[in-house]
T-cell receptor, first 106, second 112 residues
Framework: KNEVEQSPQNLTAQEGEFITINCSYS?????LHWLQQHPGGGIVSLFM???GKKKHGRLIATINIQEKHSSLHITASHPRDSAVYIC????????FGKGTRLSVIA | NAGVTQTPKFQVLKTGQSMTLQCAQD?????MSWYRQDPGMGLRLIHY???????DQGEVPNGYNVSRSTTEDFPLRLLSAAPSQTSVYFC???????????FGQGTRLTVV
């Protein structure tokens, strides 16, 4: 059974800080998703990656297939980045981490 | 292109009532799935489908039924609602498990 573990569970940062959220999974996968859930509840897909690194604006996602580990980085964090970030194993069916609740304080 | 449309957004049921949560996508995705989200638990898979006519159980299937008669639609049926089914429900679709997933806006269900 694939298990997806995220850390930390909760994170509070000052505006401008560099943020890292980690994700580890137990079964080899071919892809991994990072999702963002805002306080209103809607879920948005940020990245889907199978190797290396992807960048979108201030967000960077990396994955190391051999180590079964992925990280999501946010540079120059802003209060609007406050949300729950969820790591998801891309194997069918999807397996979700429990999420990291990020609060960025101005 | 509407993406994933999930209805209703809110629903209150009495214990024992039945209802259907609707999920439709217009992206010709083969893979569709239903999740429930409870505090401290993350999203848990209820049922999923890898194509029309094919469904399978997820982690928490009891009390729910699904069918996939078309590629576009994947309704979730609560047969006899129980307070333990109070949750936020999300539908998702993707071309496959290894491609970008798209989510509906969620249904907040309360069973009293």
């Amino acid at each position: 059974k694939n298990e997806v573990e995220q850390s930390p569970q909760n994170l509070t940062a000052q505006e401008g800080e560099f943020i890292t959220i980690n994700c580890s999974y137990s079964v080899g996968i071919s892809a991994l998703h990072w999702l963002q859930q805002h306080p209103g509840g809607g879920i948005v897909s940020l990245f889907m990656l199978s190797s290396g690194k992807k960048k979108h604006g201030r967000l960077i996602a990396t994955i190391n297939i051999q180590e079964k580990h992925s990280s999501l980085h946010i540079t120059a964090s802003h209060p609007r980045d406050s949300a729950v970030y969820i790591c998801v194993s891309g194997n069918t069916p999807l397996v979700f981490g429990k999420g990291t609740r990020l609060s960025v304080i101005a | 292109n509407a993406g994933v449309t999930q209805t209703p957004k809110f629903q209150v049921l009495k214990t024992g009532q039945s209802m259907t949560l609707q999920c439709a996508q217009d992206m010709n995705h083969e893979y569709m799935s239903w999740y429930r989200q409870d505090p401290g638990m993350g999203l848990r898979l209820i049922h999923y489908s890898v194509g029309a006519g094919i469904t399978d159980q997820g982690e928490v299937p009891n009390g729910y039924n699904v069918s996939r008669s078309t590629t576009e639609d994947f309704p979730l049926r609560l047969l006899s609602a129980a307070p333990s089914q109070t949750s936020v429900y999300f539908c998702a679709s993707s071309y496959s498990g290894n491609t970008e997933a798209f989510f509906g806006q969620g249904t907040r269900l309360t069973v009293v």
